[in-house]
C-alpha cells in the first residue's frame, strides 16, 4: 500500500481578551503512514510491548525488548546490586542464566571498555524495570542497547522486576524464555521453558579459556589498594580458569603474584611440574557436580602446594575434601551480602554470585568452616591449615561491590609465604 496522508480539522472557539465575541478558527494537520500501515492506523512514536519472559511456573510477562533480538531460554535469579551492570554482565558465572535486575533504573551510564570481567558476555538476557534513554558518564563509549546487540545478548524492560523477584523468593530460580518472535506462542515457549534444566550440565567449559597465558595486569593505580606487592616480593601462582574474572587476576597481580592462566581441563600434573608457590581454583557457572574432572584436578594438586578457591572453586575443594554440594533456592547474587569471620569475629558486606553452596555437616574432620553468610546461615568459607587449603563462597574482589573482602588476598599471599619459607 502507497503511503498516504490522513487529514483532519480541528475548530477552536477563543474569545479575546475585552471581547464578548468569540474568534473561530481552523488547524488542519495531516500524519503520514509509512508502508504498509493499514489505513486509519497511525504509528506509534513511541517502542510498545514486543517481548514476552514465560516463566516455567506458566506466567507470561509482556515487555519491550533491547539488544539482540530471537528466542533464548535460561534460569532466572535476581540481582540486588546498585551498580556496576557491565561486570555483571561480563562475570562468567552467569552462563546459563537470565539476570534480573532489582534496581529500577539500568543503563545510564552507557558501557565502557574498561569495566569488563571477561572476553565476552556469557549470560544469556538482562530482564530490567527501566531503560535509560541517555547516557552521562565521561568514561561511556556507547549506550548499554548497542552493546547488547553487538554481542547478541537478548534484554527487557518495562516489566514488573519486583513482582518477578518476589516470585522467584517465593518459588525459588525459574526456567524462562524470552522471545521477540512473534511465530512462537506462548504454550511453545511454555513447554521450552519446561523441558530445559541447567542442573547437571557441564558450563565451565564453555566459559574457561582454551589454552594456559601469562596475566601481567595490575590493578589501575587508581584503583589500587591493601596491595603490599611493593615489598619486593614474588610468587608465582596457576589460576584454573572455570571463568575467572579478571578483577581476580589484577588483584593477585596487585599482590606481586606472576600468574599463568590454565584452562579447567588443565591436567593436574603439568601444574604440578610448573612448581607454583600458589593455585587459584576460580569461580565458574552451573552446577559443580556436573565436572567430576575438575573435582579429580582438585583433588591431586590439594596438599602439595597452598591453594586458594573462590565461588566454584569454593565448591569444587569442598567435593575434592569429601563434601557435598547442594542447590540454594534462589541463590546469592548481589554486593550486600553479610558475612561473619568466625575466626576474628568481623562482618564484612561482601559480593556474591552463586546457586551452589557446600554442605558443612558433610565436611570431613579438620576441615573448618571460617565465614558465615549472616542471611542464611550458609558455608561461606572454609580452610583445612593441615593441607594449606582456605576458601570463600563470594568475590573478594567485588566489582561490583564493596572490598570489605580485599585483605584475604594478603592471607594468601601469607600463606604461600609460610610454605615457602619452611619448604
Known amino acids: ?73 535460561g534460569e532466572v535469579v535476581f540481582n540486588t546490586s546498585l551498580t556496576g551492570y557491565q561486570e555483571i554482565l561480563t562475570d562468567p558465572s552467569y552462563a546459563g542464566q537470565f539476570v534480573l535486575m532489582t534496581n529500577p533504573h539500568i543503563g545510564n551510564t552507557g558501557v565502557n571498555f574498561d569495566d569488563e570481567e571477561s572476553r565476552q558476555c556469557f549470560l544469556g538476557g538482562l530482564v530490567i524495570r527501566s531503560l535509560s534513554i541517555s547516557t552521562s558518564n565521561w568514561r561511556c563509549t556507547k549506550p548499554l542497547g548497542d552493546y547488547l546487540a553487538e554481542r547478541n545478548v537478548m534484554g527487557i524492560y518495562d516489566v514488573d522486576t519486583r513482582a518477578i523477584t518476589r516470585r522467584l523468593r517465593e518459588d525459588g530460580s525459574l526456567i524462562g ?36 597465558y601469562e596475566w601481567v595486569d595490575r590493578t589501575d593505580s587508581g584503583w589500587d589498594f591493601n596491595s603490599d606487592g611493593q615489598s619486593g616480593e614474588s610468587f608465582t601462582v596457576v589460576a584454573y580458569d572455570f571463568g575467572i574474572k579478571q578483577n581476580i587476576l589484577r588483584r593477585l597481580a596487585s599482590y606481586g603474584c606472576k600468574i599463568t592462566v590454565v584452562p579447567s581441563t588443565w591436567p593436574a600434573s603439568e601444574t604440578l611440574k610448573m612448581n607454583p608457590d600458589g593455585v587459584i581454583f576460580s569461580n565458574g557457572p552451573g552446577d559443580p557436580s556436573a565436572v567430576p574432572y575438575a573435582v579429580e584436578t582438585v583433588k591431586e594438586i590439594i596438599g602439595k602446594v597452598p591453594v586458594f578457591g573462590i565461588c566454584m572453586g569454593h565448591q ?31 562482618v564484612e558486606i561482601s559480593s556474591q554470585n552463586h546457586n551452589y553452596a557446600v554442605d558443612p555437616a558433610t565436611l570431613p574432620e579438620g576441615v573448618e568452616v571460617t565465614h558465615i553468610n549472616l542471611n542464611d546461615g550458609s558455608c561461606a568459607g572454609l580452610a583445612f591449615p593441615a593441607m594449606n587449603i582456605m576458601s570463600l563462597q563470594y568475590h573478594p574482589e567485588a566489582s561490583p561491590g564493596p572490598h570489605d573482602s580485599d585483605s584475604v588476598f594478603g592471607e594468601f599471599i601469607h600463606l604461600m609465604r609460610q610454605v615457602k619459607g619452611s619448604s
Do not use: Y
Request: charged content about 20%; some cysteine; proline content about 4%.
Open 316 to 346: 569444587l575443594l569442598g567435593q575434592a575434601l569429601g563434601g557435598k554440594t547442594f542447590k540454594m533456592k534462589f541463590g546469592h547474587h548481589g554486593g550486600n551480602h553479610p558475612v561473619r569471620n568466625i575466626r576474628n569475629g568481623s
Open 177 to 212: 524464555v524470552l522471545s521477540t518472535e512473534r511465530s512462537k506462542t506462548d504454550e511453545e515457549l511454555l513447554e521450552m521453558s519446561r523441558t530445559w534444566d541447567i542442573v547437571g550440565i557441564d558450563l565451565i567449559s564453555g566459559v574457561s579459556c582454551k589454552a594456559p
Open 1 to 73: 500500500m502507497a503511503a498516504k496522508g490522513l487529514g483532519f480539522h480541528t475548530i477552536c472557539i477563543a474569545a479575546p481578551p475585552k471581547s464578548s465575541k468569540p474568534r473561530h478558527f481552523m488547524v488542519n494537520c495531516s500524519v503520514r503512514l509509512s508502508s504498509g500501515t493499514s489505513a486509519g492506523i497511525v504509528e506509534r512514536p513511541w517502542k510498545v510491548a514486543d517481548a514476552r519472559l514465560v516463566l516455567e511456573d506458566g506466567s507470561i510477562w509482556r515487555a519491550k525488548s533491547f539488544g539482540a533480538t530471537g528466542t533464548q531460554v
